[in-house]
């Protein structure tokens, strides 16, 4: 079953480091990726087996939260309409009021 999930991390290593998390993310069903420590990722994995995976390419000092999102979840933020688009297109029945730009 189709899931999405927001992972927002503080990664403490260089950037170059994570090149295969970032990767494995893009690997997934869909993805989004408009914030610099966030992305929704769109699996067949739970939040347990994604959480499983993104400790395979961090480090003890890195930090994530794995979020389930759905059609109930409400959202509200600062995004490009783009970034509102494709959320809107993959969670078509969520309460999405924005402010865009």
Do not use: C
């Amino acid at each position: 079953m189709k899931r999405a999930f927001m992972v927002t991390y503080d990664l403490k290593g260089a950037s170059a480091n994570y090149s295969e998390l970032y990767e494995f993310f893009k690997s997934q069903q869909n993805w989004w990726h408009y914030l610099k420590s966030t992305w929704i990722i769109v699996t067949e994995l739970d939040a347990s087996e994604l959480a499983d995976e993104i400790l395979k390419f961090t480090n003890q000092e890195d930090r994530f939260l794995v979020t389930s999102i759905s059609h109930e979840t409400q959202t509200n933020g600062w995004l490009p309409k783009k970034a509102w688009n494709w959320i809107r297109s993959r969670l078509p029945e969520a309460d999405i009021s924005a402010l865009q730009i």
